[in-house]
C-alpha cells in the first residue's frame, strides 16, 4: 500500500438526476429532482459528509427544446448561484462552484454575485468562468448567432480581468464602521476600477466588502489551445475530460508547463479531470448497474445527446447505423470535446447510435465501472502518475450514485491515505491548497 503526503482532491458534479442522459427513467431516481430542494441539500450532505472538496453545478441559460429534448430531463433545474446560496446554509465545509458565462452575462453583477456567496458561505464560493457552448443561448440575448470562438475567449479574458479587478475594490480592513467617530470606511482604502476596454466599460467599485477568500477560486474547462492558454494565465481549478492516463498526463504536463510564463508555481493550478463512477461489490455487479442505464436509452436521445457535444449539429437527418460524418471544426461548441468524441468514434469504430450510446453516462469523460478497490486503484494510479491532482466526480444516478462512491470508495482512499478524513481549514481556498490572493491595488 503506497502511502503519500500529497493529497488527492474531489469535487461532487451534481446534475439533477445523474450523469447519465437516461437517469430520471430510473425507478431509484426521483424524476422531479431538478426543482427539489430537498434533493440538493441531501446531496450536499452526503458530499460534506464524505469529506469532499467541492459541489459543482453547471448551467445553460436556454432550456432544451424540441421532440427529442422532451425526452431528456435537461430542461428545468434551479440557477446554479440562487441554489448554492440556499446549500450555503445547510452545510458548513464544502466548497460551492458554479457556472456563469462570460458570453451571456456582464461583469460587475457576477463579481457582485460571487462575492456575495463568498460571504454567505463563509469562504466556499468558487466561480466556473465558461465561454458557452451551447448555441442557443444566443437567441436569449438578442443575437441570430452564438459568438464565434476566437472572440469568446477573448470576451473572456478581459470579462475576467474585470472581475477579479472589482473584487478588489476594497483592502481587507477598509471597512472599519466605527460608531463613535461616525467613519464607515476608510475611503483611502477604496479602490476604483475604471475599466475601458475592447467589450467593457466599467467604473467600479464593487458594492461588496472583500470577500473572506480574498477572491472566490476561479475554475475552467477549456481544452483548446486557447483554452488552455486562458487557463494557464487565470484559472485555479481546472476541469477536464480525458479518455486514458497517457492523455490526462500529457494534458497535465502541457498545462503545467505553460504556468511559468505568467510567472505562477505549479500548485497554484489543480487539475481535475472528470471520472465518470459506477461502484458495485463485484465487477460484474459494477456492470448490471450500468447497463440498466444504457437500455434506457433511446438511439435518437443518444444521437442528439451527441450532437451537442460535438459542437451543436443536428445529427438526426444521417442512419444511425452510418459511421459519423465529417463535421467542420465547431465555432459555437467545445472544440476540444469534439475532438476528443471524433477521435473515439474513430478509435472504437462506432456508428452513430452506438457512440450516442457510448457517451449516455460519461458525456466523453474517463468511466470506471467496477468494486471500491478497482476504481480506487484506477484514481490512484492517475494521480500518482501526473495526470490528475484530483478528480470531478460524475455518476450516472442521484442520490444512489453519490452515496456509493462516499460509503465505498471514499473510504478505500483514506485507508490508503490519498484523502483526508477532515477538512484541512474553513474555506475553499484552504481545503484546496490554493494561497489567498493579496490585492492588486495594495501591491501596486
Same mark, same amino acid.
Given at each position: 500500500?503506497?502511502?503519500?503526503?500529497?493529497?488527492?482532491?474531489?469535487?461532487?458534479? %451534481?446534475? #439533477?438526476?445523474?450523469?447519465?442522459?437516461?437517469?430520471?427513467?430510473? $425507478?431509484?431516481?426521483?424524476?422531479?429532482?431538478?426543482?427539489?430542494?430537498?434533493?440538493?441539500?441531501?446531496?450536499?450532505?452526503?458530499?460534506?459528509?464524505?469529506?469532499?472538496?467541492?459541489?459543482?453545478?453547471?448551467?445553460?441559460?436556454?432550456? #432544451?427544446?424540441?421532440?427529442?429534448?422532451?425526452?431528456?430531463?435537461?430542461?428545468?433545474?434551479?440557477?446554479?448561484?440562487?441554489?448554492?446560496?440556499?446549500?450555503?446554509?445547510?452545510?458548513?465545509?464544502?466548497?460551492?462552484?458554479?457556472?456563469?458565462?462570460?458570453?451571456?452575462?456582464? $461583469?460587475?453583477?457576477?463579481?457582485?454575485?460571487?462575492?456575495?456567496?463568498?460571504?454567505?458561505?463563509?469562504?466556499?464560493?468558487?466561480?466556473?468562468?465558461?465561454?458557452?457552448?451551447?448555441?442557443?443561448?444566443?437567441?436569449?440575448?438578442?443575437?441570430?448567432?452564438?459568438?464565434?470562438?476566437?472572440?469568446?475567449?477573448?470576451?473572456?479574458?478581459?470579462?475576467?480581468?474585470?472581475?477579479?479587478?472589482?473584487?478588489?475594490?476594497?483592502?481587507?480592513?477598509?471597512?472599519?464602521?466605527?460608531?463613535?467617530?461616525?467613519?464607515?470606511?476608510?475611503?483611502?482604502?477604496?479602490?476604483?476600477?475604471?475599466?475601458?476596454?475592447?467589450?467593457?466599460?466599467?467604473?467600479?467599485?464593487?458594492?461588496?466588502?472583500?470577500?473572506?477568500?480574498?477572491?472566490?477560486?476561479?475554475?475552467?474547462?477549456?481544452?483548446?489551445?486557447?483554452?488552455?492558454?486562458?487557463?494557464?494565465?487565470?484559472?485555479?481549478?481546472?476541469?477536464?475530460?480525458?479518455?486514458?492516463?497517457?492523455?490526462?498526463?500529457?494534458?497535465?504536463?502541457?498545462?503545467? /508547463?505553460?504556468?511559468?510564463?505568467?510567472?505562477?508555481?505549479?500548485?497554484?493550478?489543480?487539475?481535475?479531470?472528470?471520472?465518470?463512477?459506477?461502484?458495485?461489490?463485484?465487477?460484474?455487479?459494477?456492470?448490471?448497474?450500468?447497463?440498466?442505464?444504457?437500455?434506457?436509452?433511446?438511439?435518437?436521445?443518444?444521437?442528439?445527446?451527441?450532437?451537442?457535444?460535438? /459542437?451543436?449539429?443536428?445529427?438526426?437527418?444521417?442512419?444511425?447505423?452510418?459511421?459519423?460524418?465529417?463535421?467542420?471544426?465547431?465555432?459555437?461548441?467545445?472544440?476540444?470535446?469534439?475532438?476528443? %468524441?471524433?477521435?473515439? #468514434?474513430?478509435?472504437?469504430? %462506432?456508428?452513430?447510435?452506438?457512440?450516442?450510446?457510448?457517451?449516455?453516462?460519461?458525456?466523453?469523460?474517463?468511466?470506471?465501472?467496477?468494486?471500491?478497490?478497482?476504481?480506487?486503484?484506477?484514481?490512484?494510479?492517475?494521480?500518482?502518475?501526473?495526470?490528475?491532482?484530483?478528480?470531478?466526480?460524475?455518476?450516472?444516478?442521484?442520490?444512489?450514485?453519490?452515496?456509493?462512491?462516499?460509503?465505498?470508495?471514499?473510504?478505500?482512499?483514506?485507508?490508503?491515505?490519498?484523502?483526508?478524513?477532515?477538512?484541512?481549514?474553513?474555506?475553499?481556498?484552504?481545503? %484546496?491548497?490554493?494561497?489567498?490572493?493579496?490585492?492588486?491595488?495594495?501591491?501596486?
Amino acid at each position: 500500500m503506497t502511502r503519500t503526503t500529497r493529497q488527492l482532491k474531489l469535487g461532487a458534479f %451534481l446534475m #439533477a438526476t445523474g450523469h447519465h442522459v437516461a437517469a430520471w427513467r430510473h $425507478p431509484q431516481v426521483p424524476a422531479d429532482a431538478g426543482l427539489d430542494f430537498k434533493h440538493y441539500k441531501h446531496l450536499a450532505q452526503i458530499a460534506e459528509t464524505a469529506r469532499f472538496d467541492a459541489l459543482f453545478v453547471a448551467d445553460s441559460v436556454a432550456a #432544451a427544446t424540441g421532440e427529442v429534448a422532451s425526452r431528456m430531463a435537461r430542461s428545468d433545474h434551479f440557477e446554479p448561484l440562487s441554489l448554492l446560496s440556499a446549500l450555503s446554509a445547510v452545510t458548513e465545509h464544502i466548497g460551492l462552484i458554479a457556472t456563469a458565462t462570460t458570453s451571456y452575462n456582464e $461583469p460587475y453583477p457576477v463579481a457582485r454575485n460571487f462575492a456575495s456567496l463568498d460571504h454567505l458561505s463563509g469562504g466556499r464560493a468558487g466561480w466556473n468562468l465558461v465561454t458557452s457552448d451551447a448555441a442557443a443561448e444566443a437567441a436569449n440575448f438578442g443575437r441570430e448567432e452564438h459568438i464565434g470562438h476566437a472572440e469568446r475567449y477573448r470576451r473572456a479574458r478581459e470579462f475576467h480581468q474585470v472581475v477579479t479587478g472589482l473584487w478588489d475594490s476594497w483592502e481587507d480592513d477598509a471597512f472599519i464602521r466605527d460608531k463613535a467617530s461616525g467613519q464607515y470606511y476608510d475611503p483611502g482604502k477604496r479602490h476604483v476600477l475604471d475599466h475601458s476596454g475592447e467589450y467593457f466599460k466599467v467604473k467600479g467599485p464593487l458594492n461588496v466588502a472583500r470577500s473572506p477568500q480574498g477572491q472566490p477560486v476561479v475554475v475552467q474547462a477549456g481544452a483548446s489551445q486557447t483554452g488552455r492558454e486562458l487557463a494557464a494565465q487565470t484559472a485555479e481549478v481546472v476541469f477536464t475530460a480525458q479518455t486514458s492516463l497517457a492523455n490526462a498526463q500529457a494534458f497535465y504536463a502541457d498545462l503545467k /508547463g505553460r504556468l511559468e510564463a505568467f510567472g505562477r508555481s505549479p500548485d497554484s493550478l489543480k487539475i481535475m479531470p472528470g471520472v465518470f463512477v459506477v461502484v458495485g461489490e463485484t465487477q460484474a455487479q459494477a456492470w448490471e448497474k450500468f447497463e440498466e442505464f444504457q437500455a434506457l436509452v433511446e438511439p435518437e436521445v443518444g444521437i442528439a445527446l451527441l450532437g451537442r457535444m460535438l /459542437g451543436n449539429f443536428d445529427l438526426s437527418g444521417y442512419p444511425p447505423d452510418a459511421p459519423l460524418p465529417e463535421l467542420p471544426l465547431t465555432e459555437s461548441g467545445q472544440q476540444s470535446r469534439q475532438k476528443l %468524441l471524433m477521435d473515439l #468514434a474513430g478509435s472504437e469504430n %462506432l456508428s452513430l447510435a452506438q457512440l450516442g450510446r457510448r457517451i449516455s453516462g460519461g458525456r466523453g469523460h474517463y468511466s470506471l465501472i467496477g468494486t471500491p478497490g478497482q476504481i480506487a486503484d484506477e484514481l490512484q494510479n492517475w494521480f500518482e502518475s501526473d495526470a490528475a491532482d484530483g478528480f470531478n466526480v460524475l455518476v450516472p444516478h442521484l442520490p444512489g450514485g453519490l452515496e456509493d462512491f462516499a460509503q465505498q470508495v471514499v473510504p478505500e482512499l483514506q485507508r490508503r491515505g490519498l484523502f483526508r478524513r477532515e477538512y484541512e481549514g474553513r474555506t475553499l481556498r484552504e481545503n %484546496l491548497g490554493l494561497a489567498r490572493p493579496g490585492n492588486r491595488f495594495v501591491s501596486a
